[in-house]
């Protein structure tokens, strides 16, 4: 796959400090110092200095930081250290002469901040900075969307492999487990998230987790699933019927949230805010009568994690740009009937948007 551009994001990284009153940053997120500079061990501490980068990490990743950041084409210093202490050392002697460093405030307990004040950058001012390296995260360059592509794609032949077990009588976690299983068979690296596969009466719950239910002809069963790539997630929604469905108004619930979902899509496009393609679904939902049965936002933006911004909710006010990856996931959510739900990830461009996720949405298997 075409390589992402992590030594550049370092660049682009350095302007965005001083907007944020900060002279230097400690990243403590592992997410953002993967996006960064390639590394994925399970600990680390990354400090952006004016003109140098420093990684700590343990001699657990001794080699594998080398190797990552070689890979990556990042310029930075990786100093192993065997304790967590001996790590802040080298940072708090690398940032000597720093009047402000910023601290991810979203990823830092009161606890790390008062060492890292008394113990580490003890001759700086410690500034709380919010989504600094996020905001960079939000438009993904080609090599990232290549690995959401293929993500895609997994999960999608994920779905054609489990769907004829669907009418075997098999259990809501029988079905989870084939689609985890086939994902990684198809070369995922893992899930995305829990596999939520949920029939009947449990398909009201938009999060409910697989049980041992076995799912019977003419309920709907909704699976709400992703796939793993290099990091990157996929994340795709739909709702089937094993059969025709038992009632009539399965078949209204499904027709309606296609179309909301349908038009949905349709209206994703670089300056249109969150809050409009959400806008749009709603009134599709809210014409049929079901209004309060749409209990959660219309998206959100997915890429490294499976939920970050930007956000498409009634509250949003974040605007589509091109590059953004988001979702698309209207629904309806009856207790006496079921849910629904059908999710598209979708890349916005100028004029509109590409579709990822690309498995069938029809109704009845």
């Given at each position: 796959?075409?390589?992402?551009d992590?030594?550049g994001?370092?660049?682009?990284?350095?302007?965005?400090?001083s907007?944020?009153?900060?002279q230097?940053?400690l990243v403590t997120h592992?997410?953002n110092v993967?996006?960064?500079?390639g590394?994925?061990g399970?600990a680390?501490?990354l400090?952006?200095?004016?003109?140098?980068v420093?990684l700590?990490t343990d001699?657990r990743?001794?080699?594998?930081a080398?190797?990552q950041?070689t890979?990556?084409?990042?310029d930075?210093r990786?100093?192993?250290?065997p304790?967590?202490?001996?790590?802040h050392?080298?940072?708090g002697?690398?940032a000597?002469?720093i009047g402000r460093?910023?601290l991810e405030?979203?990823?830092?307990?009161?606890?790390q901040?008062?060492r890292f004040a008394?113990e580490?950058?003890?001759?700086?001012?410690?500034?709380?900075?919010e989504g600094?390296?996020?905001g960079?995260?939000?438009?993904k360059?080609?090599g990232?969307i290549e690995r959401?592509?293929e993500?895609?794609r997994i999960a999608?032949?994920a779905?054609a492999a489990v769907?004829?077990?669907?009418?075997q009588?098999v259990t809501?976690?029988?079905?989870?487990?084939?689609l985890?299983?086939e994902?990684?068979r198809l070369?995922a690296?893992?899930?995305?998230f829990?596999t939520?596969?949920?029939s009947?009466?449990?398909?009201?719950?938009?999060?409910a987790?697989?049980?041992?239910?076995?799912?019977?002809?003419?309920?709907?069963?909704?699976?709400d699933f992703?796939?793993?790539?290099?990091?990157?997630?996929?994340?795709m929604t739909?709702t089937?019927?094993?059969?025709?469905?038992s009632e009539?108004?399965?078949?209204?619930?499904?027709a309606v949230?296609?179309?909301s979902?349908?038009?949905?899509?349709?209206?994703?496009?670089a300056?249109?805010r969150?809050r409009?393609v959400?806008?749009?679904c709603?009134?599709v939902?809210?014409d049929?009568g079901?209004?309060?049965a749409f209990?959660h936002g219309t998206g959100?933006?997915?890429g490294?994690?499976?939920?970050?911004a930007?956000?498409v909710?009634s509250?949003?006010?974040?605007?589509l740009?091109?590059?953004?990856?988001?979702?698309v996931e209207?629904?309806v959510y009856?207790?006496d009937?079921?849910?629904?739900r059908i999710?598209?990830?979708v890349?916005v461009t100028d004029?509109?948007?590409t579709?990822?996720?690309?498995?069938?949405?029809?109704?009845?298997?």
């Amino acid at each position: 796959m075409e390589r992402s551009d992590s030594a550049g994001r370092l660049g682009r990284l350095r302007p965005r400090l001083s907007e944020a009153g900060c002279q230097a940053l400690l990243v403590t997120h592992l997410v953002n110092v993967r996006y960064l500079t390639g590394f994925t061990g399970s600990a680390g501490l990354l400090l952006v200095l004016p003109d140098d980068v420093v990684l700590t990490t343990d001699g657990r990743y001794r080699d594998q930081a080398a190797e990552q950041l070689t890979a990556a084409g990042v310029d930075a210093r990786v100093e192993v250290r065997p304790t967590l202490g001996a790590q802040h050392e080298v940072l708090g002697t690398a940032a000597r002469g720093i009047g402000r460093v910023g601290l991810e405030a979203d990823s830092v307990t009161w606890a790390q901040q008062r060492r890292f004040a008394s113990e580490v950058f003890t001759d700086a001012d410690l500034v709380a900075t919010e989504g600094v390296v996020e905001g960079l995260r939000r438009v993904k360059d080609a090599g990232e969307i290549e690995r959401m592509a293929e993500a895609a794609r997994i999960a999608d032949e994920a779905l054609a492999a489990v769907r004829p077990l669907l009418g075997q009588g098999v259990t809501e976690r029988e079905v989870a487990l084939g689609l985890d299983y086939e994902m990684r068979r198809l070369g995922a690296d893992g899930s995305s998230f829990e596999t939520i596969v949920a029939s009947g009466p449990n398909g009201a719950k938009p999060h409910a987790r697989p049980t041992e239910r076995r799912i019977a002809p003419g309920e709907l069963v909704v699976i709400d699933f992703g796939a793993i790539v290099d990091g990157y997630c996929s994340d795709m929604t739909r709702t089937l019927c094993v059969g025709e469905p038992s009632e009539d108004i399965a078949l209204r619930m499904a027709a309606v949230v296609k179309e909301s979902q349908r038009e949905g899509v349709a209206a994703v496009k670089a300056g249109v805010r969150g809050r409009d393609v959400d806008g749009t679904c709603r009134a599709v939902i809210a014409d049929a009568g079901w209004g309060d049965a749409f209990i959660h936002g219309t998206g959100h933006g997915v890429g490294l994690e499976i939920h970050e911004a930007p956000r498409v909710a009634s509250t949003s006010e974040d605007v589509l740009a091109v590059g953004h990856v988001v979702t698309v996931e209207p629904g309806v959510y009856l207790a006496d009937h079921g849910g629904v739900r059908i999710e598209d990830t979708v890349v916005v461009t100028d004029d509109g948007c590409t579709v990822l996720t690309n498995a069938p949405k029809e109704l009845i298997v």
